[in-house]
């Protein structure tokens, strides 16, 4: 019931920036915690952040720590990421997802994107 479509994906060089965006349609975002996650090739989907229906409460992991910033924008329906001092092992698929619960568990996402690509290149 909800369509999540991600965009803002490039290549980038060590120490950038990209801003990913996540466009929600077929529903509101305003009640579901959201998430960014990332796959490398071969590598298992990881955590990066996730922020609460209110924007009140957010989470990253500890790889993106003070690197990455998580915002939505529930008038517009976007959730964004926001990524500086891109290193190279942040690159891999990032995927848009949500969740009625609020939490980092990739178990717990329900909708999902099919992923932007980001390439950092060293």
């Known amino acids: 019931q909800v369509q999540l479509v991600e965009s803002g994906g490039g290549l980038v060089q060590t120490g950038g920036s990209l801003r990913l965006s996540c466009a929600a349609s077929?529903?509101?975002?305003?009640?579901?915690?959201m998430g960014w996650f990332r796959q490398a090739p071969g590598k298992e989907r990881r955590f990066v952040a996730a922020?609460?229906?209110?924007?009140?409460?957010?989470y990253s992991g500890d790889s993106v720590e003070g690197r990455f910033t998580i915002s939505r924008d529930n008038a517009k329906n976007t959730v964004d990421l926001q990524m500086n001092s891109l290193k190279p092992e942040d690159t891999a698929v990032y995927y848009c997802?949500?969740?009625?619960?609020?939490?980092?568990?990739?178990?717990?996402?329900?909708?999902w994107g099919k992923g932007t690509q980001v390439t950092v290149s060293s």
């Open positions: 997802a949500a969740t009625s619960l609020f939490g980092t568990r990739l178990q717990m996402y329900e909708y």
């Open positions: 077929g529903r509101t975002l305003s009640r579901y915690t």
């Open positions: 922020i609460s229906w209110s924007g009140g409460r957010t």
